[in-house]
């Protein structure tokens, strides 16, 4: 079993459960908090949603990344870089930011497009090549837990 980390703001949490809840158990996603940072240092995930930087415990989440095979990192928001230099995982960014690996090229009331930009690999060496995705906005959920919930569907369906 693997286990999917996410660091996001408590409101994203549900959102991003149901999103998630047709690809992987529910047990596999566990929310990295301050609080519970502690607790589940020693867990070994396949990958991290950094959503948003609301951790300050950086040896804490540094550690936690260190053991990761992915990293999917909000590329909009400020990043203490000593957190993830000279590791050896798959960054994979998102965001409004041109050089992120999935860029939103189209806004709307009801949906937005993201463009992967260049080619990712998924489990077993499986390629992704660039293309768009269209995804639904149903509810007012902030729009970077969209997409990396998105990215995270992505890479495990």
């Known amino acids: ?36 940072i502690d607790n589940i240092k020693n867990i ?27 990293l999917v990192l909000n590329n909009d928001m400020e990043i203490d870089d000593s957190i993830i230099e000279s590791m050896d ?13 999935f860029t939103i090229s189209s806004i709307d009331e009801n949906k937005l497009i993201i463009c992967l930009q260049r080619i990712i690999f998924k489990e077993n060496d499986i390629q992704i090549e660039p293309q768009e995705y269209e995804v639904r906005i149903n509810e007012n959920v902030d729009k970077y837990a969209i997409i990396g919930s998105e990215i995270i569907k992505i890479l495990y369906s």
């Open 89 to 101: 995982l798959t960054i994979i960014t998102y965001g409004f930011n041109g050089k992120s690996t």
């Open 44 to 70: 070994k995930f396949e990958t991290i949603l950094l959503d948003n930087q609301i951790i300050k415990k950086k040896k804490e989440i540094r550690k936690i990344i260190s053991s990761c095979k992915y």
């Open 1 to 36: 079993m693997f286990f999917i980390g996410i660091v996001t703001n408590q409101k994203n949490e549900l959102f991003i459960k149901k999103k998630l809840e047709n690809i992987m158990p529910d047990s596999s996603i566990i929310f990295i908090t301050e609080k519970n």
